[in-house]
């Protein structure tokens, strides 16, 4: 039974008969347990499942949890409980509730909302320029998660004067977007909080209690919501030594107001650690120390099986570290995934993963780009929407977007049209249009604008230019061709675009969609396109070697792609698990490369931390964008306490491309190795 497994402290937290309790679990002190034995706890005293609901900061972690109750309780018991993410309970509870939505991802929004951006034309403000429309999009999601108070362009006066002359057009763009959203009844992954907090509202939920993992994490939009639920306890744990999410709206201080918010709150302390050696623990512990303490704690090593020094490295040149590490994981006993190499920025990842690569070893890296952001899965997955939800503005734009001489604007305007002639269905405007309507865009054109590139493609008609072409007749007559600023290689791209429906029309299995897809001479235009761009050079050349090394890389990311699809034997089943499940599939095997906010919550046996340079850890240029010295030195905290028994901490002191000289990091000096 999980409550047997407990120690004294885990075990008074995961029985308390309080009705609000705040947990502190610090790194390594077995949350994930005492969450467990929490649950286990109120079931056995008679709260029935489906008055129990689990927030987590992943789905992978309260599937986790799910299993573990499963184990004592069986299926019929665990799957009863609510439990996944702030945003995937919000989307369940909504549907159950009745809301027709659409879920798209923050891609796939940011494009639409591109869209609409671009044909604005931003006043003129003297020397200040106008944000640009994906990181305008990202600073209204975080405006959201914040959850001011006012409008959206008081908040960006608020955060940056400069840009006052700017705010009415930014509120003007995102008032055309959100009405866009309605009108298609698309909704993305902040609006599911939004419309959670407006349907609570109107309409009360209650459940008997409340669990919250990684309470640290969060932000005041989902403190909001949290608190629009009836409950009858609530049981939150969390470390504020782990907050590590402000840059994504999550505030420190909803955790360290906890008992003022909470009047009969309970501060609970888990001080066992059962992951790290003393000596890890120990400098963890010496360097957070240095932050103000919110809660008073004092962790208990409970390992005594073994307890080696972390190490330090020092090189003289960047490209040394990186051979030096690969080549030392070579000769390492640990097994290659029980070894991470953790680092504060993206961009360290690649000499690392070249050099483990120049000598044979696998890895994977997390916390980049997501494999389902690439462009070539984004476009096999959008003809895949298509085949079942062939209204889809968002993957209609997507994919035709990447025809020569197309774009978003006109891709919107080519679905409007393709819309108009399938009566709703862009599938039957393009296999199926209805030939009483002449011209689709004739509303949207002046009568002096007729000279349009469609009386070109009238000329076309003649046998030669016909043939030349190589159009069918039937895709020949479609009035989709008079759009007047489509140029005859998009009207190839089009016609591709077609053919490939034809197939697919016929298709029901993703498998199979997805190889008619790769096989298409539709995917084949996209695909050497992209290839050649990712190969081009500063000075316009293709460097062929790594235009082979695009293709194989978007060969394989096919692949993969295909090789999940051989579970689901439905088209919607599929698509929908791609959507809501993308960025939590792990990938790959080996060596682990990673950011410290894509490590949280893993641990590893050995344990490299590197470039642990003055500027790029703790980052100087992001603490001068609003971050702070405390929170880097969370982060710090957070990477030194994934190790279990090996820790490297390395730096280098010169960086020969940019002709840089490095100074070790300030940790180092408050964790006593330098």
């Not at 573990?68 to 509730?97: C, M, P």
């Not at 009035?479 to 089009?494: D, E, M, N, Y």
Request: hydrophobic share 35%; glycine share 6%; net charge positive.
């Amino acid at each position: 039974m999980p409550l047997s497994n407990l120690n004294q402290k885990q075990k008074q937290s995961a029985t308390t008969t309080n009705k609000t309790n705040l947990i502190i679990a610090s790194a390594g002190t077995g949350k994930t347990s005492t969450l467990v034995g929490r649950i286990a706890h109120i079931l056995s005293t008679g709260t029935k499942p489906e008055q129990v609901l689990l927030l987590t900061f992943t789905n992978k972690a309260s599937q986790e949890m799910i299993g573990r109750v499963k184990k004592s309780y069986g299926d019929g018991v665990a799957s009863q409980i609510v439990a996944g993410t702030f945003h995937s309970v919000s989307y369940r509870l909504l549907k159950a509730a009745g809301y027709k939505l659409v879920l798209k991802t923050p891609r796939e929004l940011k494009n639409l909302f591109r869209s609409i951006y671009d044909k604005r034309k931003p006043p003129i403000a003297g020397t200040v320029t106008a944000y640009d429309g994906g990181y305008l999009f990202d600073i209204y999601s975080l405006y959201l998660n914040t959850a001011a108070q006012g409008g959206f362009g008081d908040w960006v006066e608020l955060k940056n004067k400069e840009h006052k002359t700017f705010c009415d057009m930014y509120e003007d763009v995102f008032d055309e977007f959100n009405q866009t959203k309605k009108d298609y009844g698309y909704i993305g992954f902040d609006d599911l909080l939004v419309y959670m907090i407006q349907h609570l509202q109107k309409t009360a939920i209650e459940f008997d209690e409340i669990l919250v993992d990684e309470y640290q994490d969060t932000n005041p939009l989902q403190a909001k919501l949290l608190d629009m639920f009836s409950f009858s306890r609530l049981f939150c744990v969390g470390d504020f030594d782990q907050s590590i999410y402000a840059f994504n709206g999550s505030d420190i201080g909803i955790i360290s107001s906890f008992t003022t918010r909470y009047k009969d709150a309970k501060v609970y302390h888990l001080t066992q650690n059962y992951r790290s050696t003393a000596s890890i623990l120990g400098l963890a512990t010496k360097v957070i120390s240095h932050n103000d303490r919110v809660y008073d704690k004092k962790l208990e090593v409970t390992r005594t099986d073994t307890d080696i020094k972390p190490k330090m490295l020092v090189f003289d040149e960047l490209y040394n570290q990186y051979e030096y590490i690969a080549k030392n994981i070579a000769k390492s006993q640990t097994a290659h995934d029980n070894i991470a190499i953790i680092y504060r920025n993206n961009s360290t990842a690649d000499g690392i993963e070249a050099n483990l690569r120049d000598i044979g070893i696998n890895s994977k890296r997390k916390g980049g780009r997501s494999f389902f952001d690439s462009k070539e899965i984004k476009m096999v997955l959008d003809l895949l929407v298509l085949q079942i939800k062939p209204d889809d503005m968002m993957a209609t734009i997507e994919v035709l977007q990447h025809g020569e001489g197309i774009g978003q604007a006109i891709a919107k305007e080519l679905f409007e049209a393709l819309t108009l002639l399938g009566d709703g269905s862009v599938i039957d405007g393009l296999l199926r249009p209805n030939m009483s309507i002449k011209n689709p865009f004739s509303q949207k054109k002046q009568t002096n604008q007729q000279l349009g590139l469609f009386d070109e493609f009238v000329e076309l008609g003649s046998i030669g230019k016909f043939k030349r072409l190589g159009f069918d007749e039937k895709f020949f007559s479609n009035s989709i061709l008079k759009h007047p600023k489509l140029q005859p290689s998009g009207a190839l791209f089009l016609y591709e675009f077609y053919r490939l429906f034809v197939e697919l029309s016929r298709i029901k299995k993703p498998t199979t969609a997805i190889s008619h897809i790769v096989q298409s001479e539709f995917f084949k235009i996209f695909s050497d396109k992209l290839c050649e761009t990712r190969a081009r050079q500063k000075d316009g050349s293709i460097d062929e070697g790594q235009q082979k090394t695009a293709e194989f890389k978007l060969k394989r990311k096919v692949d993969i792609l295909k090789q999940l699809s051989y579970h689901h034997h439905d088209m919607f089943r599929f698509i929908n698990s791609m959507v809501l499940g993308a960025s939590e599939l792990d990938r790959g095997s080996g060596v682990s490369l990673m950011s410290i906010h894509a490590s949280k919550g893993l641990e590893f046996e050995e344990v490299y931390i590197i470039d642990l340079m003055d500027g790029r850890f703790p980052n100087k240029t992001l603490i001068s964008k609003g971050g702070s010295i405390e929170e880097e030195r969370r982060l710090f905290y957070v990477a030194v306490t994934r190790a279990k028994d090996i820790l490297y901490l390395s730096y280098a002191k010169y960086d020969r491309i940019k002709k840089q000289d490095f100074v070790f990091s300030r940790f180092l000096k408050e964790a006593g190795m330098c």
